[in-house]
């Protein structure tokens, strides 16, 4: 069983930046695919890119790739998504999950865990 707590959501203007934080319980970590996806209000959870437990990452093709960086550190048993030049079309919860794979999905019927999200607002 693994829990997935994420943190590091807030308020930021557009063209900022924020770190969020997965941080995870439970063993194996390391054998995890993880992925990051999002849901703004009215809108279908979608994603936003996912890290290998080889470290191989996958974006989502136009929106957020150049601007977001996925990273994991296994001793810590986190996930990190680094969003750069934030825009308001950003605004959205963003949920991290994880499964115990050797390749990563894009859909998030795929992955067993979640977290319970984590807010990012971007005003313009």
């Known amino acids: 069983q693994v829990q997935l707590v994420e943190s590091g959501g807030g308020l930021v203007q557009a063209g900022g930046s924020l770190r969020l934080s997965c941080a995870a319980s439970?063993?194996?970590?390391?054998?995890?695919?993880l992925a990051w996806f999002r849901q703004a209000p009215g809108k279908e959870r979608e994603f936003v890119v996912a890290i290998s437990r080889s470290g191989g990452t996958l974006y989502d093709s136009d929106s957020v790739k150049g601007r977001f960086t996925i990273s994991r550190d296994n001793a810590k048993k986190t996930v990190f998504l680094q969003m750069n030049s934030l825009k308001p079309e950003d605004t959205a919860v963003y949920y991290c999950?994880?499964?115990?794979?050797?390749?990563?999905?894009?859909?998030?019927?795929?992955?067993?865990?979640w977290g319970q999200g984590t807010q990012v607002a971007v005003s313009s």
């Open positions: 999950a994880a499964r115990s794979s050797m390749v990563v999905y894009t859909t998030s019927k795929e992955y067993t865990y």
């Open positions: 439970g063993r194996s970590f390391s054998s995890y695919s």
